[in-house]
Nanobody, 117 residues
């Protein structure tokens, strides 16, 4: 059974940092492209960042220079380091993995991030 568990969310003041983690069980994450998405209250889910099996990364323009996605292969996880957070970053952050070239994909349940003073 495949399971993705996100952690690391919470409340932080503007300018602060959080590190999210997406830990997988039942699959080997190095074989998958892994992405982070977020959904703010009343808004559609949006892409944040992803990392492919070659460790190439992409970022949404809104987070470039502030967020960093990376693999933690020893933990079978992918991290999202978020710095210089603003209230606009408030959302539920979810992990998504897909096996490229197939329809195989999985979503985590999400971890909430609140940025406020």
């Amino acid at each position: 059974q495949v399971q993705l568990v996100e952690s690391g969310g919470g409340s932080v003041q503007p300018g602060g940092s959080l590190r999210l983690s997406c830990v997988a069980s039942g699959i080997d994450l190095i074989l998958y492209s892994v992405g982070w998405y977020r959904q703010a209250p009343g808004k559609q889910r949006e892409f944040v960042a992803d990392i492919d099996t070659s460790d190439d990364t992409r970022y949404a323009d809104s987070v470039k220079g502030r967020f960093t996605i990376s693999r933690e292969n020893a933990k079978n996880s992918v991290a999202l380091q978020m710095n210089s957070l603003t209230p606009e970053d408030t959302a539920v952050y979810s992990c998504h993995v897909e096996l490229m070239g197939t329809v195989i994909e999985f979503w985590g349940q999400g971890t909430p991030v609140t940025v406020s003073s």
